[in-house]
């Protein structure tokens, strides 16, 4: 554990002046500055927010996570000479990746919230934001270090990186969209539930709406879960699998790096 | 001191490395050599358990590696390519490594001196050359003062002045008994520091024993020439 820590502190050190976090950062601060600038009512701007990044941090991260791995092969290779255990640092390496891209987007939203004064009325908004933000984070470098451990040739595992953000992301909702068309007949409240919660990102947005009971506004998985699991347990299940979402591709991750030749 | 017993290894359907067997004992220098891909980074990535082997022992003064990771504070190991954090400094990456064998208190002015690298300790590495990489390495194989020492084409991309400073240091820590491990293509390297040599073709061990035997066995007193009949593939040598 403390080992883990040794090593943690030095890949902060290494990115926290990484120019890709700082501008990172730098996106977060300007976007959040427009919205709460421009927009009076918190709510409104947290909701405009989380679309934004409900799409910027799952591409970041996983895109992100998949490079520096790669970009880091041989000096994994110098490490894993000294006398540390594969495990200490596969997790030295992911907390190393997520912190900095968590922290830069928990400062990069805080600052002009408070600058703003936003904090008295809208506070529980942006609590709940940085908790979907940063989970996703996590849940998309574990997905990232998945397939980088996995692919040895670092075009492919870009190219995997990409196709797995652009399905969850964007083509996902199309395709709940397209089964519910073809199958209007159809009961579809069970599989339509099960669709979302197979989908990081659709679980972000469902825990945000069940917080702030607007599920009728965004959308149709959100209005079914408030019905089928009312907010308490939905809220639950929502979490858990998130939870589950970090933990599936990490540790399975771990697995397969314990097992990689070198 | 190792000694590998019978080790294969496959990647897929290729057979990288044919129940090769080898002891690399104290106070020797071994150059490990052959053509490219005739394994001899895969035999060395074993040891250090970068590598998995299919069948087959490592021992490492006596004991069996199986997935431990404590033997290595025994083991230096210097990269042929090295790349390190960019925004850290030499100095940091050198405390990072100390930090994690738990010992803080190594001193390594000494070897940064030697290696001329004292005026770019606080530099960060996407600034350093391939060169002055190589020297960090070089650096952190030799700081801990380990019984074995792995060695990758050590002295390939390194000024004149660096790549004696290390061949000095090389013979000076056989003489202190330790086991030395090199590989390399540069035939008069291996000529001045080895003192035996282990030539790998396609997987298998073709020749194991002192320099001397194989550079006087064609009668021409030439290591490059007779390393390289060796390589062209000629069976009777054995």
Redesign the interface.
């Known amino acids: 554990m403390q080992?883990i820590w040794?090593?943690v502190r030095?890949?902060l050190?290494?990115?926290y002046?990484?120019k890709w976090i700082i501008l990172y950062t730098a996106f977060f601060l300007l976007i959040s500055y427009v919205m709460f600038n421009f927009e009076s009512d918190g709510s409104k701007a947290v909701l405009t927010l989380l679309n934004i990044v409900l799409i910027v941090i799952p591409l970041v991260s996983i895109i992100f996570g998949t490079m520096y791995l790669y970009?880091?092969?041989?000096?994994i290779?110098?490490m894993?000479?000294?006398?540390?255990?594969?495990r200490t640092l596969f997790y030295g390496l992911f907390m190393g990746t997520s912190i900095p891209l968590a922290s830069g987007f928990t400062l990069g939203v805080s600052v002009p919230f408070f600058v703003f004064n936003m904090a008295g009325a809208y506070l529980s908004d942006l609590f709940i934001l940085l908790i979907i933000g940063i989970s996703l984070t996590f849940v998309f470098c574990a997905i990232a270090f998945l397939i980088s451990v996995k692919y040895d040739d670092k075009s492919k595992g870009l190219g995997f990186a990409i196709v797995v953000w652009l399905f969850l992301a964007v083509i996902y909702d199309g395709l709940i969209l397209f089964v519910i068309y073809f199958f209007q007949d159809y009961p579809l409240e069970n599989p339509i539930l099960v669709m979302s919660i197979l989908n990081p990102i659709d679980l972000g947005r469902i825990f945000f709406m069940l917080n702030f009971d607007i599920a009728a506004l965004m959308g149709y998985t959100g209005a079914l879960f408030n019905k089928f699991f009312g907010s308490t347990s939905g809220m639950m299940i929502s979490v858990t699998t998130l939870v589950l979402w970090f933990f599936i591709p990490a540790l399975l991750g771990l697995k397969w790096f314990k097992?990689k030749?070198? | 001191m190792i000694r590998i017993n019978k080790l294969v290894k496959h990647?897929g359907k290729l057979e990288v490395l044919k129940e090769v067997s080898i002891d690399f004992n104290p106070g020797t220098i071994t150059a490990v050599v052959g053509p490219n891909g005739s394994g001899k980074t895969t035999l060395i990535?074993t040891i250090?358990?970068?590598?998995?082997p299919t069948a087959g022992e490592v021992i490492v003064d006596g004991k069996k590696v199986n997935g431990e990771?404590?033997?290595?504070?025994k083991?230096g190991?210097m990269?042929q390519?090295?790349?390190?954090?960019?925004?850290?400094s030499i100095e940091?990456?050198v405390r990072?490594?100390k930090?994690?064998?738990y010992s803080n208190d190594t001193d390594h002015s000494k070897l940064a001196e030697g290696f001329n690298l004292s005026k770019e300790l606080k530099k960060?590495f996407r600034n350093l050359s391939g060169g002055t990489k190589q020297k960090v390495?070089a650096l952190?194989a030799f700081l801990f003062n380990p019984e074995i020492l792995i060695l990758d084409e050590p002295t390939s991309g390194l000024d004149p002045v660096s790549s004696s400073y290390l061949k000095d240091m090389i013979i000076r820590e056989k003489e202190k008994g330790r086991t030395i491990i090199l590989t390399s293509h540069n035939m008069s390297d291996i000529e001045e520091l080895s003192t035996g040599i282990a030539f790998l073709l396609e997987g298998k061990i073709r020749f194991w024993g002192p320099t001397e035997i194989l550079r006087n066995r064609n009668g021409t007193k030439n290591l490059e020439r007779a390393i390289a009949t060796m390589m062209s593939g000629d069976e009777r040598c054995n």
């Open positions: 080992l040794k090593i030095y890949e050190n290494n990115l002046r990484s970009n880091s092969r041989e000096f290779e110098m894993l000479c000294q006398p540390i255990t594969r097992k030749d070198f | 990647y990535k250090l358990g970068l590598v998995k990771h404590l033997y290595r504070s083991i190991y990269p390519i090295a790349r390190y954090p960019d925004n850290l940091e990456v990072m490594i930090d994690i064998r960060p390495s952190i």
